[in-house]
């Protein structure tokens, strides 16, 4: 056994320290991003933030009010094949910005040739809970084999050994977050994980030493925090809970008396596991929980507010781009972020 004594740190231990800065307002910040795969030699140019491939965010609605903003969607597995065609046939412009996700069975595989065969769509994600397996490695090389001209992101992993491994295997992202999710108990169930920035400053470091590229994933609760992972080096943002809860996301509306509720459960809960596979296999627990969250209506206003946060955390540090970000941000260790003083009795925002 061994105990390694460096503080690692989350999203909130931290803040971004402002700086002088020229620009005079968020509306000359640039927040797209051109990025060229090394692997799937392609490029591809948007806002690097990404719904992520939960059944509940991973819908072809969230895809498409997502895609009006240049932003990415990774399709759940669930997906059905009539929804790719569907998708194609109504709305080309959106597939350009999904995923298809995956696993590592046989089906999975098939799966990804299915919808790629229907929609043709750019990025494969390649999901598993746990990225260190010598097996993973295997299903990354199969895929990139198999599909030499998509970009590839795969995970999840923490540290900068394995984001390596997965890039040399034929990753073009690599997804980093063990434990850090909204509706996750991997830390619970199993003690194992690693504070999300640390883990995405490490797993960029790594990544970008090979020119391989990193999808935080996990973790980011406001907007604050998706710039603080940006600026921590991450060139995507996948964002599940902050997604959660609008119109466009899978689920009836649930209403206890004057509120209303929608269901969001871990891909890995025993909610989803019952209803995707009709049990929890006996020698597994569930790592997920499910949560009734707000009802919060259209995505479109949830997405402007996450996109004027980050513009807004540009112009604080300088930063006219995004890409200057991680370039012009120091941040502060701190032991307090926000005055929750009159927290109980806020009505909005
Ligand atoms: P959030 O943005 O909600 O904090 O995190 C979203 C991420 O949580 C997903 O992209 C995925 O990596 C992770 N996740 C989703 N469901 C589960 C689950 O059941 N268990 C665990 N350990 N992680 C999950």
């Known amino acids: 056994m061994r105990i390694e004594e460096d503080i690692k740190l989350d999203f909130k231990d931290v803040l971004i320290r402002p700086k002088r800065s020229t620009l005079k307002s968020r509306a000359e910040?640039?927040?797209r991003r051109?990025?060229?795969?090394?692997?799937?030699?392609?490029?591809?140019?948007?806002?690097?933030?990404v719904a992520a491939n939960m059944d509940h965010t991973g819908t072809p609605a969230v895809a498409k009010v997502l895609a009006e903003h240049h932003l990415l969607t990774a399709l759940s597995k669930f997906v059905t094949k009539q929804d790719w065609e569907t998708l194609r046939k109504t709305a080309p412009q959106v597939v350009a910005?999904?995923?298809?996700?995956a696993g590592t069975s046989e089906h999975d595989f098939q799966r990804i040739h299915e919808a790629i065969q229907e929609a043709d769509c750019p990025f494969i994600c390649l999901d598993v809970a746990?990225?260190?397996?010598?097996?993973?490695?295997?299903?990354?090389?199969?895929?990139?084999?198999a599909f030499p001209k998509k970009i590839i992101l795969?995970?999840?992993?923490?540290?900068?050994?394995?984001?390596?491994?997965l890039l040399i295997a034929g990753a073009d992202i690599v997804k980093v977050g063990i434990g850090p999710g909204s509706v996750c108990t991997t830390r619970k169930k199993t003690g194992v994980g690693y504070p999300q920035l640390s883990a995405i400053?490490?797993?960029?470091?790594?990544?970008?030493?090979?020119?391989?590229?990193?999808?935080?994933?996990?973790?980011?609760?406001?907007?604050?925090?998706?710039?603080?992972?940006?600026?921590?080096?991450?060139?995507?943002?996948?964002?599940?809970?902050?997604?959660?809860?609008?119109?466009?996301?899978?689920?009836?509306?649930?209403?206890?008396?004057?509120?209303?509720?929608?269901?969001?459960?871990?891909?890995?809960?025993?909610?989803?596991?019952?209803?995707?596979?009709?049990?929890?296999a006996e020698y597994r627990s569930s790592e997920g929980k499910s949560v009734n969250v707000p009802y919060k209506g259209a995505l479109r206003e949830t997405i402007l507010d996450i996109l004027g946060g980050v513009r807004s955390t540009c112009t604080y540090v300088g930063a006219q781009t995004l890409k200057e970000l991680p370039k012009r941000t120091t941040f502060i260790r701190v032991t307090q972020q926000i005055n929750e003083s009159l927290a109980s009795y806020q009505v909005s925002g």
């Open 29 to 31: 910040v640039d927040l």
């Open 154 to 165: 795969a995970g999840n992993v923490v540290t900068g050994e394995m984001t390596e491994e």
């Open 97 to 101: 910005a999904t995923m298809v996700s």
């Open 34 to 49: 051109t990025y060229t795969f090394k692997n799937a030699q392609l490029s591809w140019t948007g806002i690097p933030i």
């Open 201 to 280: 400053i490490e797993c960029a470091d790594a990544a970008h030493g090979l020119k391989g590229h990193v999808c935080a994933d996990g973790g980011c609760v406001v907007p604050g925090d998706v710039a603080k992972a940006f600026a921590a080096g991450a060139d995507f943002v996948m964002l599940g809970g902050m997604l959660a809860g609008h119109d466009e996301c899978l689920g009836e509306l649930i209403h206890q008396g004057e509120q209303a509720f929608k269901r969001f459960y871990g891909m890995s809960s025993q909610e989803a596991m019952v209803k995707y596979h009709g049990q929890v």
């Open 130 to 145: 746990n990225g260190y397996a010598q097996s993973f490695l295997d299903s990354v090389k199969r895929v990139r084999d």
